[in-house]
């Protein structure tokens, strides 16, 4: 079996800081060779560029594989931030590799797991490197909202259609701008369509910005028409994103999704130079408010990110069409990826209110039957500041206290040291303590009750509950994706939490909707 070797770095100043992929490598096979292991046993794992603060690495994952696979029975890596930054992540790895039967090493804590006091400190170290990825983020996050304070621009992987970025300021490209400034006309002015404009783009051989694909699309369209950077206003921290998850295939693991829109008071605005003029944006700011029309709209999904098709394993697809009756939502068959093969099963699109519906009140049953909340209720696992376990544990010493005082009575009276009417006294006084104590077991069994009813009205209120970010909430903690099949006559769903995912185990029935 293989010995593992996992190195991993993001960034070219941690290289430089004494953390590069050599010095992790030399390390970890100096230790390696240390434990006896043949050179041709080692087995490297390297993560180029791979950030700390999520899963979703390519090396780590093929890593997991073949321990799966039986293949590694030990694993080398230099220091824990290098497996993860995040607390609960390098749990659910090293969970996984103890129930696989292997052996984990760090070079920079070695017997971490030998003695009570090695385990601490390894999850103090853990918790270390998270709150140092957090002040990482927090001082990044500073120093950008300066420097745009300050009027640069930040850039944003494709620079905008119209723009080039150059230190720190976007500059106008004449010919593209030109083209933004036909599709305002043609849309504020001529009266077309989204789908028309795109369409006259692709008849007249206009290439996209990224020139990956070959046609323009509609929502591309509208995109620029409602991009306030055209009229000479760029925002910057205007939403709220977070690096994707639970989506498998090409683009795991890559850019970020917006979870919300941030309170315009946040933004900040930076002067940049217009590409179209007011009137023209006029025009079309009219248009917009006048259009009785419907189309498609912005609606919000708490599952996001994480319905995936049981076939192809691709994200579905969340849209919302404003109709005379309402804004209808809908789930869509997931589209393939560049370069991919197209799904071979034709999933239909299928209503997005049943699907959430069906989730929520699955995942909410899931809780539910494992019992959460309803072992504090009971007392089992109390917080010590518990006042209505203090009161239980202060009743049990003193009716235990009251009936060894009763016996010492009774055992000094049958022993001559104390008369009759004073043990009689001392015991019938006990006696009344205890019947006190009774009555006030049973307010505190009363109490608990209460708890217990009142954790089970709160299930019954979630069921119903339909705030998106709630269950959003609910859905990250416990999730770590959900699997559609819409490919036949019934749409089923099948929910995997976390632990299952890195298990394999599917951990939930199927749905049938």
Same mark, same amino acid.
Not at 127 to 154: D, H, N, P
Not at 472 to 482: D, G, H, K, Y
Not at 492 to 506: H, M, N, W, Y
């Given at each position: 079996?293989?010995?593992?070797?996992?190195? &991993?770095?993001?960034?070219?100043? +941690?290289? +430089?800081?004494?953390?590069?992929?050599?010095?992790?490598?030399?390390?970890?096979?100096?230790?390696?060779?240390?434990?006896?292991?043949?050179?041709?046993?080692?087995?490297?794992?390297?993560?180029?560029?791979?950030?700390? @603060?999520?899963?979703?690495?390519?090396?780590?994952?093929?890593?997991?594989?073949?321990?799966?696979?039986?293949?590694?029975?030990?694993?080398?890596?230099?220091?824990?931030?290098?497996?993860?930054?995040?607390? =609960?992540?390098?749990?659910?790895?090293?969970?996984?590799?103890?129930?696989?039967?292997?052996?984990?090493?760090?070079?920079?804590?070695?017997?971490?797991?030998?003695?009570?006091?090695?385990?601490?400190?390894?999850?103090?170290?853990?918790?270390?490197? @998270?709150?140092? #990825?957090?002040?990482?983020?927090?001082?990044?996050?500073?120093?950008?909202?300066?420097?745009?304070?300050?009027?640069?621009?930040?850039?944003?992987?494709?620079?905008?259609?119209?723009?080039?970025?150059?230190?720190?300021?976007? %500059?106008?490209?004449?010919?593209? !701008? @030109?083209?933004?400034?036909?599709?305002?006309?043609?849309?504020?002015?001529?009266?077309?369509?989204?789908?028309?404009?795109?369409?006259?783009?692709?008849?007249?051989?206009?290439?996209?910005?990224?020139?990956?694909?070959?046609?323009?699309?509609?929502?591309?369209?509208?995109?620029? #028409?409602?991009?306030?950077?055209?009229?000479?206003?760029?925002?910057?921290?205007?939403?709220?994103?977070?690096?994707?998850?639970?989506?498998?295939?090409? &683009?795991?693991?890559?850019?970020?999704?917006?979870?919300?829109?941030?309170?315009?008071?946040?933004?900040? =605005?930076?002067?940049?130079?217009?590409?179209?003029?007011?009137?023209?944006?006029?025009? %079309?700011?009219?248009?917009?408010?006048?259009?009785?029309?419907?189309?498609?709209?912005?609606?919000?999904?708490? #599952?996001?990110?994480?319905?995936?098709?049981?076939?192809?394993?691709?994200?579905?697809?969340?849209?919302?069409?404003?109709?005379?009756?309402?804004?209808?939502?809908?789930?869509?068959?997931?589209?393939?990826? &560049?370069?991919?093969?197209?799904?071979?099963?034709?999933?239909?699109?299928?209503?997005?209110?049943?699907?959430?519906?069906?989730?929520?009140?699955?995942?909410?049953?899931?809780?539910?039957?494992?019992?959460?909340?309803?072992?504090?209720?009971?007392?089992?696992?109390?917080?010590?500041?518990?006042?209505?376990?203090?009161?239980?544990?202060?009743?049990?010493?003193?009716?235990?206290?009251?009936?060894?005082?009763?016996?010492? !009575?009774?055992?000094?009276?049958?022993?001559?040291?104390?008369?009759?009417?004073?043990?009689?006294?001392?015991?019938?006084?006990?006696?009344?303590?205890?019947?006190?104590?009774?009555a006030e077991a049973c307010r505190l069994c009363h109490a608990r009750q209460r708890r217990l009813n009142a954790w089970e009205d709160l299930w019954t209120a979630l069921e119903t509950h339909d705030g998106?970010?709630?269950?959003?909430?609910?859905?990250?903690? =416990?999730?770590?994706?959900?699997?559609?099949?819409?490919?036949?006559?019934?749409?089923?769903?099948?929910?995997?939490?976390?632990?299952?995912?890195?298990?394999?185990?599917?951990?939930?029935?199927?749905?049938?909707?």
């Open positions: 079996m293989w010995t593992a070797i996992y190195t &991993r770095v993001s960034t070219e100043h +941690q290289a +430089q800081a004494g953390h590069g992929l050599d010095v992790q490598r030399e390390a970890c096979v100096q230790y390696a060779l240390s434990l006896g292991v043949a050179p041709h046993d080692i087995r490297l794992y390297e993560e180029a560029g791979g950030s700390g @603060e999520d899963m979703d690495r390519p090396e780590l994952l093929r890593l997991l594989d073949d321990v799966r696979r039986g293949l590694v029975d030990r694993v080398v890596v230099k220091h824990p931030d290098r497996l993860s930054r995040n607390v =609960a992540d390098k749990a659910i790895v090293v969970r996984e590799l103890s129930a696989c039967g292997v052996k984990l090493h760090f070079v920079d804590v070695p017997n971490w797991d030998e003695s009570d006091e090695a385990v601490l400190l390894f999850h103090v170290i853990s918790s270390i490197a @998270e709150y140092e #990825l957090r002040q990482i983020r927090r001082r990044t996050l500073a120093g950008k909202l300066k420097a745009v304070r300050g009027g640069k621009v930040m850039p944003s992987g494709v620079d905008p259609y119209g723009y080039r970025y150059e230190d720190g300021r976007y %500059v106008v490209v004449p010919e593209e !701008a @030109e083209i933004v400034r036909l599709i305002y006309q043609w849309y504020g002015i001529d009266g077309m369509s989204l789908r028309a404009i795109a369409e006259r783009l692709d008849a007249m051989g206009v290439p996209t910005k990224t020139r990956q694909s070959a046609r323009w699309h509609h929502s591309t369209v509208a995109r620029i #028409l409602d991009n306030p950077l055209y009229r000479g206003t760029w925002y910057y921290n205007r939403r709220r994103t977070r690096k994707r998850q639970g989506v498998r295939g090409a &683009r795991r693991g890559r850019g970020r999704q917006v979870v919300a829109v941030r309170d315009p008071g946040e933004w900040i =605005a930076v002067s940049v130079p217009p590409v179209v003029d007011p009137d023209l944006a006029r025009s %079309v700011a009219l248009r917009k408010q006048g259009s009785p029309r419907g189309g498609s709209t912005s609606a919000h999904t708490f #599952l996001s990110g994480k319905l995936v098709c049981a076939h192809c394993q691709r994200a579905w697809r969340h849209e919302a069409c404003r109709t005379a009756g309402g804004i209808v939502r809908k789930f869509r068959r997931p589209p393939a990826e &560049r370069g991919a093969d197209p799904c071979a099963y034709r999933c239909a699109r299928v209503p997005a209110d049943e699907i959430e519906r069906a989730v929520w009140r699955e995942l909410v049953r899931r809780m539910r039957a494992l019992g959460i909340g309803r072992e504090l209720a009971a007392g089992g696992r109390a917080s010590p500041g518990d006042p209505l376990m203090e009161d239980v544990a202060r009743l049990r010493r003193e009716m235990r206290a009251a009936v060894e005082r009763r016996d010492r !009575a009774r055992e000094l009276y049958l022993r001559g040291h104390l008369d009759r009417t004073a043990a009689l006294r001392a015991m019938s006084e006990e006696a009344r303590r205890l019947r006190e104590g009774r998106v970010e709630l269950r959003r909430l609910w859905l990250e903690a =416990a999730v770590s994706r959900v699997e559609m099949d819409a490919s036949g006559g019934e749409v089923v769903l099948t929910l995997f939490a976390r632990i299952g995912e890195q298990t394999g185990a599917r951990v939930d029935d199927t749905l049938a909707t």
